[in-house]
């Protein structure tokens, strides 16, 4: 027997559950499903993922042949954006959107693993689509375990398909390149998940030889485009007039974000055998990386021109605009990490020299300034009408956040002015992010915990101390504030929801505490 759930839920009332090893869920009455794709595709797809090619994704729920464990999988990412009255003034994770989503969510994966996981039925790009899906929502919902299992299932998946190798030519375009951003996008999910401690990614970039996406508009014609491997990017090989697309774009910089996090956070053996400001260290490599990257991306375009030169009725949604967002704030993210006060100091820890002065200066500035146009990015994107509701945002936020939280405690009194009002953006984005994703409500909750002992800190953003003199308990308290999967648990969401008024001083008191 299904779960309990909702009587009066409208998608509810009309969807057939069968648990059934190798049922079909046919008894969705013809048009109830609408509701929740649009919702899906205006607020889920390319928000980064990109899975679909929607003319097709519709044409098969209308006509019967899209696989049930898959649209539940949708239907679950959905609902946490539904536009359906039954849902409205409602946060996701207190109310009934999250009691119907787990109900589609578990019943997708039931599917999936009586004929995939523990039956005997071929796999196929829509179960790695699905399983994917699942891993995701697993994963914002705090459920860690399950999460890691789904994104082990849908990588091994993957690699059966061959999908990392170039689809066969003899399929449609559009089969083509949703195979190839089926991969990509459990490649991208596997990237972001890096952002912690002992998070090694599964795919290493050059087994990798399949494609990146086209543009958006070429897939949603159907023509025919041709792109580089992802590590001729990394490797500082691709023709010079050659311009990534926008989904493309947040490939590209996931993987050197990955680097960043294995060399920064990560810290693998020997990965700290040079000094960062030795021009043969990894930390010099993956700059000339982002710097190499900069020659073919153009990642201080203002939000306003991205949109101007984006609108057109093909993609009315503007999705290429939210991607070129995503892009751009992972860009930064990527200066973040490797020039973060702590980080830093951790990496130059081994080094029986002196350490340059004019290195650790210009390197803390940078992480300075790439905190602050972070922020500038996500601003401007809201002001532009962009939804960037990207629960990968609320991570990047929080890890510049510990940047500006530190620097209240500046010496420099317009410093201090400055990252005050972006630790207060970076609360406000935070909250309204915690509307969707149960871990940015977490999130709030450790970043007020950290405020609270910023300036335990304030030595590493002194550019002539030499030391990382700080207590194990400190050292803790920022490893688990930069680890995405810890920040993702489960544990703190319950008391999210019992203090988390209204009230806009809220934001203030934590923002007062720094």
């Known amino acids: 027997m299904p779960p309990s759930y909702p009587p009066d839920s409208p998608i509810l009332q009309n969807f057939s559950f069968d648990y059934n090893v190798g049922s079909q869920t046919d008894a969705m009455l013809p048009g109830l499903e609408s509701r929740p794709i649009i919702d899906y595709f205006r607020y889920s797809h390319n928000q980064p993922y990109s899975f679909f090619h929607e003319e097709t994704f519709r044409r098969k729920v209308a006509n019967g042949t899209m696989l049930d464990n898959l649209l539940q999988a949708v239907i679950a990412s959905s609902l946490r954006f539904s536009t359906d009255p039954y849902f409205e003034d409602n946060l996701f994770f207190t109310n009934k959107r999250k009691v119907t989503a787990d109900i589609f ?128 990017y990394l490797t500082n090989r691709v023709p010079q007039c050659s311009e990534p697309s926008p989904v493309s774009r947040v490939i590209i910089i996931s993987a050197i974000l990955s680097r960043c996090s294995q060399y920064a956070i990560q810290a693998r053996r020997n990965s700290h055998a040079l000094p960062p400001w030795d021009v043969s260290s990894q930390y010099a490599s993956i700059n000339s990386s982002l710097i190499y990257l900069e020659s073919h991306v153009n990642w201080h375009q203002p939000v306003r021109e991205i949109t101007s030169s984006f609108k057109n009725a093909m993609d009315p949604g503007l999705s290429s605009v939210e991607q070129v967002v995503v892009s751009q704030a992972l860009h930064h993210l990527c200066y973040c990490i490797l020039n973060h006060y702590f980080l830093l ?51 990047a936020c929080l890890f510049c956040a510990t940047i500006h939280a530190v620097y209240r405690h500046s010496d420099n009194r317009a410093v201090r002015d400055q990252v005050f009002k972006d630790l207060k953006f970076a609360l406000s984005f935070l909250q309204r992010q915690a509307r969707y994703w149960p871990n940015s409500a977490t999130m709030i909750l450790q970043l007020d915990d ?65």
Not at 473 to 497: E, G, H, P, Q
Request: charged fraction near 25%; proline fraction near 3%; glycine fraction near 4%.
């Open 345 to 395: 100091r951790q990496m130059m820890s081994d080094t029986t020299t002196r350490l340059p002065v004019s290195f650790v200066t210009n390197a803390l500035q940078s992480g300075l300034y790439h905190a602050k146009e972070f922020n500038r990015v996500l601003k401007s994107a809201l002001e532009a009408g962009c939804k960037t509701v990207s629960s990968f945002l609320s991570y």
């Open 105 to 232: 969510a578990n019943n997708s994966w039931r599917i999936l693993s009586s004929r995939f996981v523990d039956g005997d039925d071929d796999c196929n790009v829509g179960v790695v689509q699905a399983v994917t899906l699942l891993a995701i929502y697993e994963f914002v919902e705090g459920r860690q375990r399950k999460a890691w299992v789904k994104i082990g299932i849908a990588a091994k998946f993957a690699q059966d398909l061959r999908l990392m190798f170039e689809p066969a030519s003899s399929l449609a375009f559009s089969e083509q390149e949703e195979s190839r951003r089926a991969f990509w996008s459990i490649y991208l999910l596997d990237k972001l998940m890096t952002c912690g401690r002992a998070r090694p990614p599964v795919f290493t970039d050059g087994n990798v030889l399949v494609q990146i996406p086209c543009t958006e508009i070429a897939f949603l014609q159907n023509q025919w485009e041709e792109t580089d491997e992802v590590e001729a």
């Open 450 to 514: 950290f405020c609270q002992h910023a300036l335990v800190y304030k030595p590493l953003i002194d550019d002539s101390y030499e030391g990382i003199n700080i207590s194990a308990v400190d050292t803790n308290r920022i490893y688990t504030l930069i680890d995405y999967s810890i920040l993702s648990s489960r544990k703190d969401i319950a008391i999210w929801t019992s203090n988390s008024p209204e009230d806009p001083l809220w934001l203030s008191k934590i923002t007062e505490a720094c």
